[in-house]
């Protein structure tokens, strides 16, 4: 079901009791961009804290624009799921001034690849559904709270008393009082005729506009005035009659009680996040980590610098998450699975040894039935995501016992994968651990090695050429992390680089990241690539892998070390080697924020 902010509040309902009834749900996001390069580029041997900062840098200045959740709950006796899915599309969109104005960046090729799956961007920009954060909505809320109060001083008898405790007027300028002299003149001759219909003020500034409250209110007690905003953004006034003192507080009432609900209609999206956080079902991504982040950022509250922190985080919004990826790729499925992208392994699991799980659509759902639905539509990629997830959990559940045909999420069978993120590319680290400590791999066959710009790739093959195969992971243009494929020479290779004098620097990944803060330089010009080790000088910086996003120089490498990873996952047709490509960089570039020097604070008031 598709859902825009034309029918998201009539539907919302029916969306919480969807994942109120539900056995699990299965989530999907779509993003402006994957990977701003402020955060540096995903590497094969990032630490899970390395991988965290890198998406917290390089992804959060970008949108989730469309969001898919597809709620599955289980008919025991019928060994079937019954699917509602929903397609809910997504754009910040400001309802006074006091609202965020949300920048964000746009990634050219992420754009042009929603285009080509046919995403529907006029409707994103004109139907997409608000949002709110908690603490956005907190301090909009005491914003409307003390506009009220302020309206409500200006429109008591005793506004203009003289015990400290009212509103006090502003001035008159001189060169205003024959405008409101005439504005005066026009509410008079409003109020002596028959018309009922609001009298209008034309647009005016905010400091006219406070004038003129201040004035009507005091000569004119019986009418009601409102500022509103047109279709063009100008913002005008609005003059009624009322039959008294009373009828115009139960207006101002009136109003203000509607201010309140817009303002509850304005959370928007984010109601669905806080439904879900507060049913604690179990919540079923495809590499989900990218779109765990998002949900957090844009949902809920900024991303904490340290790791723990977002571990801890996450666990507060979502508490029980599946990583469809991680489970294909862990035994006893990953040996039946080649690839596991998201389209792969759907079309994998139709096959021997799996057994599809039954999964029909409930009444008004039926977009996807028959196959129908397109790839990267997050609500359809949410279905094939739960529905993966329902078949990979049947044949864990038969591998147990060959009777058991049906198996339900809250089987023991799926406690290994809870809260369990996986990391793409990082073989030696698979995971995320939300519940605890992250797995640290052995590397003790990886060298972290500077060298100078001008080498080629083969430079460093020839450099390890003694030691058999390696594996280049790039990290900026004059450093990378080599693997041997050898892992017992190691020691032997160490040991026989680091004694050896030349333009290059060999170190082992253990020292570099004890030593993190340092880095090595250059004490001369670098002379022509070759086989050894020149001596260097050590120099306080920041570490390439970790460099903070206002200072990171940014770069482009090999193709198969590729930016932060998460829906096009095309790497799993390709070896696994990253020793192909070659090497560019770019300048770096600053976020900067223009201000506006304001004569005074326009109150929403007028």
Not at 74 to 102: L, Q
Not at 114 to 128: H, P, R, S, T
């Amino acid at each position: 079901m598709e859902i825009t902010k034309h029918n998201f509040n009539d539907e919302l309902e029916n969306i919480m009791s969807a994942i109120e009834n539900c056995d699990y749900l299965a989530i999907d996001g779509e993003f402006t961009g994957l990977d701003s390069g402020d955060g540096g580029h995903a590497a094969q041997f990032d630490t899970p804290a390395e991988r965290y900062n890198k998406l917290r840098y390089g992804a959060t200045d970008f949108l989730l624009i469309q969001f898919g959740m597809c709620t599955f709950t289980a008919v025991e006796r019928e060994h079937k799921y019954i699917a509602r899915p929903y397609n809910f599309y997504i754009f910040p969109r400001p309802f006074n001034k006091f609202a965020p104005d949300r920048r964000f960046l746009c990634q050219s090729s992420s754009i042009d690849f929603l285009i080509a799956q046919g995403f529907d961007f006029n409707k994103l920009f004109k139907e997409g559904i608000s949002y709110l954060t908690p603490e956005q909505e907190t301090k909009l809320k005491a914003e409307l709270d003390r506009k009220h109060d302020e309206i409500n001083k200006l429109s008591s008898p005793d506004s203009n008393n003289c015990n400290g405790s009212s509103v006090q007027n502003v001035p008159v300028p001189e060169d205003q009082k024959s405008f409101l002299n005439n504005i005066c003149d026009k509410i008079a001759k409003y109020l002596e005729g028959q018309d009922a219909q609001p009298l209008i003020i034309p647009p005016c500034n905010a400091f006219q506009r406070k004038l003129i409250y201040q004035t009507v209110i005091e000569k004119f007690p019986h009418v009601h005035l409102e500022t509103k905003t047109g279709e063009k953004r100008e913002r005008y006034m609005s003059v009624s009659k009322t039959k008294n003192a009373d009828d115009r507080l139960k207006k101002e009432q009136e109003k203000q009680a509607l201010e309140k609900m817009e303002l509850d209609l304005e959370v928007g999206f984010s109601k669905v996040i806080r439904a879900i956080t507060k049913s604690g079902k179990l919540v079923v991504g495809h590499n989900m980590f990218l779109d765990v982040v998002h949900i957090i950022n844009q949902f809920h509250s900024s991303l904490p610098e340290e790791l723990e922190g977002f571990k801890l985080l996450v666990k507060t919004v979502l508490p029980r998450l599946v990583d469809t990826k991680l489970m294909a790729s862990t035994p006893p499925i990953q040996e039946h699975i080649k690839y596991s992208s998201l389209d792969d392994l759907r079309q994998t699991l139709r096959g021997s040894p799996f057994t599809p799980a039954e999964v029909v659509t409930a009444d008004g759902f039926n977009l996807y039935d028959d196959g129908g639905g397109s790839s990267h539509e997050a609500g359809y990629d949410a279905f094939v995501t739960g529905t993966c997830f329902a078949t990979m959990l049947n044949f864990l559940g038969r591998a147990q016992n060959s009777f058991n045909h049906f198996t339900l999420p809250c089987s023991s069978l799926v406690e290994p994968f809870i809260n369990k993120l996986f990391l793409m590319r990082i073989a030696d680290i698979p995971y995320l651990n939300l519940n605890g400590p992250d797995l640290e791999g052995s590397r003790d066959h990886v060298f972290h090695v500077t060298f100078p710009k001008e080498w080629k790739q083969s430079d460093l093959h020839s450099l390890f050429q003694p030691y058999g195969n390696i594996q280049i992971s790039w990290l900026t243009d004059t450093t990378c992390y080599v693997a041997l494929f050898k892992k017992e020479v190691a020691k032997i290779a160490l040991k026989s680089l680091s004694q050896t004098s030349g333009p290059c620097h060999v170190v082992s990944y253990a020292f570099h990241h004890r030593n993190k803060n340092l880095r090595w330089s250059a004490a001369t010009p670098m002379p022509s690539p070759t086989v050894s080790i020149v001596k260097r000088k050590l120099v306080t910086t920041t570490t390439d892998s970790e460099a903070p996003p206002h200072k990171v120089k940014r770069h482009s490498f090999p193709t198969e070390c590729p930016p932060i990873p998460e829906e096009d996952e095309i790497t799993d047709h390709v070896s696994s080697s990253l020793n192909e490509g070659s090497k560019s960089s770019s300048g770096d570039g600053k976020k900067t924020e223009v201000g506006k020097d304001k004569m005074f604070e326009e109150s929403e008031v007028w």
